[in-house]
């Protein structure tokens, strides 16, 4: 296994994180559906293969996800970072909701306890909260922080300008500072590489990459993309409730993003996931694998035996480019002549 830091605290997680979206016993928003006992053998596995990193949500499988983590982490908890979430809709009442303090405070209470633990590693934001003072929720996230109930704060799914006043409210108060992004990002999305991964640079933050196979899409096992076959995801959940794929992307691009991964993979002699994950990792960003068995899991964690040639790369890369939007085209011509740039 191979580590990277996260953000700037010191500590180490694995390149290869395990998200556990398709972890519960209730299978609820049917993305998984990963009962305990196969989700101890799923943990098992990451575990032996040196995975440190683990995340997971208060909203997922409605909390079922984390329960299930918990208990399948019960002999490992000191050697591991467990990250989690709040901001999503997590019950019936209308304040169950938000970034706002009642409902954080409510959530970490049963999110520790879900998870068996008297500490989470990472607590992301899950996401922008239009209503709640941004300042409100930053203020209870460093309470926490001082409670010893949260390590590291993070972000999820924020533009770059939100992130950078999430930083500028914590250096101007002195608070802990938020270590980590989670993003989506694979080959059918690059739209992190405009701005979210310029500031997490930047800020020295570790960027964390969710939906790496967007969704299965990478996989290749839509075929040419018109009917999701039952069974997956993508039919049992995507397209009846987000009325198509989820992650959405271009269909006609990613078709032909997909003939490119699937003749890297012919070439490698490996699959079309391990392609796309490895394809991934040079990235320099912390993959959140996701799986709903323990074949999936194998497969995709192979990923990091992968070695792709600088040529089949670039064919990956330029099959996938989403080009130079304003106004970074202009900075760099600008900044032509200017040694230090911060800007990538
Ligand atoms: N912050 C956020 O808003 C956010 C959003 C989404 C995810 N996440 C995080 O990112 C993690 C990973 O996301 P993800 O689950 O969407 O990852 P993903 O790798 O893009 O998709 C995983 C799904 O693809 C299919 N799949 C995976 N490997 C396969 C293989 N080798 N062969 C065939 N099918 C395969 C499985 O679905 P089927 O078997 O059903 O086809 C599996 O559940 C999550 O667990 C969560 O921690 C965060």
Not at 24 to 34: A, F, T
Not at 318 to 329: A, E, F, H, M, V
């Amino acid at each position: 296994m191979k580590y990277v830091p996260i953000g700037r605290t010191g500590v180490y997680g694995s390149v290869l994180g395990l998200g556990t979206m398709t972890f519960g016993e209730k299978n609820l928003q049917k993305r998984g559906g990963v009962r305990q006992e196969a989700a101890d053998v799923i943990v098992k596995k990451a575990i032996d293969l040196g995975i440190n990193f683990f995340d997971s949500s208060d909203i997922y499988d409605g909390g079922s996800s984390e329960e299930v983590l918990g208990k399948a982490l019960r002999d490992y908890r000191d050697q591991v970072l467990i990250a989690t979430k709040v901001r999503g809709k997590s019950g019936v009442g209308v304040n169950e909701t938000g970034l706002s303090r009642l409902h954080i405070s409510q959530q970490i209470k049963k999110s520790l306890k879900r998870l068996g633990t008297k500490w989470i590693d990472v607590y992301q934001f899950h996401g922008w909260d239009n209503v709640t003072q941004l300042s409100e929720s930053i203020d209870t996230m460093q309470r926490l922080v001082e409670q010893g109930l949260v390590n590291y704060p993070g972000i999820s799914n924020f533009y770059a300008w939100q992130m950078a006043m999430s930083q500028t409210i914590c250096e101007e108060r002195n608070y802990t500072r938020f270590e980590t992004v989670q993003a989506n990002y694979s080959l059918l999305n690059r739209d992190v590489e405009h701005e979210i991964l310029p500031f997490s640079k930047h800020s020295g933050m570790t960027v964390l990459a969710w939906s790496p196979l967007h969704g299965g899409v990478l996989t290749g096992k839509y075929g040419d993309l018109t009917d999701p076959q039952p069974g997956t995801r993508m039919r049992d959940f995507a397209f009846p409730v987000r009325g198509g794929y989820f992650p959405p992307f271009d269909i006609e691009k990613g078709r032909r993003i997909l003939e490119v991964v699937k003749s890297v993979s012919e070439e490698q002699g490996v699959t079309m996931a391990q392609v796309s994950l490895s394809w991934l990792i040079d990235k320099r960003v912390l993959v959140l694998l996701g799986a709903r068995s323990i074949e999936q899991f194998e497969d995709n964690a192979r990923s990091l035996e992968i070695i792709l040639t600088q040529e089949q790369k670039e064919r990956l890369d330029n099959i996938s480019d989403i080009g130079k939007r304003y106004p970074k085209w202009m900075v760099d011509r600008q900044n032509s002549d200017r040694k230090f740039s911060i800007l990538v």
